[in-house]
């Protein structure tokens, strides 16, 4: 089996509402879809979400990375292409979105598991009383996980956390890198009372030293995630204890043959993690959701909750989501 053409198409979802963090405002989840067509009729198909403030990668750019290596590609197996791919200097979405229809069209070897699994939901950064508003119909859809998504205002974050405290909900907290050390110990004190599952990246991403200071310090899980992106950066965070967790996002190490290299890795070293996304597309989701299913043993938390943002479902999705739990169709 060899490849015989590689093309590209944009895609958009519309979302119910605006998804608002402390790195961007989306409105719309815009993606590249890629697929790859070998001489024997097989295809598969991979995407890759615009996510800037993340990867530093527009539509543009994955579009333009894609184009750079695809001639490259064509005539190789698909095992062969996976290799030259990650010899390549360019964004990991667009790696990401080509690892994947290549990940495909190898022979799989295991059958797919077929397990239940639980995903948060996002609420997004608002004023209090509205964050509290989409907590509570969240609650009341049958979601029971809430990733809580916070910016600089630590007072706020600290009002917000305490009110959501009476909620019937686990929380993930998650300032994405917009606190320093001192905020974030500030918060800790002010929230001592309240069960918190974790605390995802409150600093930086290259601010190893402060995040291996409030790892430390905090009673609650400190989750790496924009500090995470290779197996080389989860090695890091674990060996000079930056960070209880890891965050693993096929958009960030580059798709799903590194994503099992992070998560053998992980395996290995009883680390547990949490498998997330981006905004993305439904055949991403599907990807990361049969990993998620394969590793169920490391995969602590998940935070795949794209299709629940839609706002019409997609008929493209393997899966069913009911509430918060995700079965296979």
Do not use: H
């Given at each position: 089996m060899k490849i015989l053409d590689i093309s590209t198409e944009?895609?958009?979802?519309?979302?119910?509402?605006?998804?608002?963090?402390?790195?961007?405002?989306v409105d719309a989840v815009e993606f590249v879809r890629v697929k790859v067509v070998c001489d024997d009729g097989s295809v598969a198909y991979g995407e890759a979400p615009?996510?800037?403030a993340v990867t530093g990668e527009d539509i543009y750019s994955i579009l333009s990375d894609i184009a750079?290596?695809?001639e490259e590609l064509i005539g190789l197996t698909p095992k062969d292409a996976i290799v030259s791919l990650h010899l390549a200097e360019m964004g990991s979405s667009a790696k990401?979105?080509?690892?994947?229809?290549?990940?495909y069209l190898l022979p799989q070897t295991k059958e797919k598991q077929n397990l239940t699994l639980q995903t948060d939901i996002t609420i997004s950064l608002k004023d209090s009383d509205e964050m509290i508003s989409d907590a509570t119909q969240a609650?009341?859809?049958?979601?029971?996980?809430?990733k809580v998504k916070f910016g600089g205002d630590i007072k706020h974050a600290i009002e917000v956390t305490n009110r959501l405290s009476e909620l019937d909900a686990k929380l993930i907290i998650d300032a994405n890198q917009a606190?320093?050390?001192?905020?974030?110990?500030?918060?800790?004190e002010a929230t001592l009372n309240v069960k918190l599952e974790l605390i995802e990246q409150p600093v930086k991403a290259d601010e190893l030293h402060e995040l291996r200071c409030i790892t430390n310090y905090s009673h609650v899980p400190i989750l790496a995630d924009e500090s995470v992106f290779t197996l080389e950066d989860a090695k890091a965070i674990i060996e000079?204890?930056?960070?209880?967790?890891?965050?693993?996002?096929?958009?960030?190490?580059?798709?799903v043959t590194k994503a099992i290299e992070i998560l053998e890795f992980a395996r290995k070293n009883d680390i547990k993690c949490m498998l997330g996304s981006m905004l993305e597309g439904p055949i991403s989701i599907n990807a990361a959701l049969n990993l998620a299913m394969e590793y169920s043993d490391v995969i602590a938390y998940i935070d795949l909750d794209s299709p629940l943002l839609y706002k019409e479902p997609s008929n493209e999705l393997e899966f069913d989501f009911?509430?918060?739990?995700?079965?296979?169709?």
């Open positions: 944009v895609k958009e979802i519309a979302l119910k509402t605006p998804f608002i963090t402390a790195l961007r405002r615009a996510t800037r750079f290596i695809q990401a979105a080509l690892d994947m229809a290549l990940f609650i009341a859809s049958g979601m029971n996980i809430l606190w320093t050390q001192d905020d974030t110990m500030e918060y800790l000079y204890a930056c960070a209880d967790m890891i965050n693993i996002k096929l958009m960030k190490c580059g798709g009911n509430g918060c739990e995700i079965t296979r169709k």
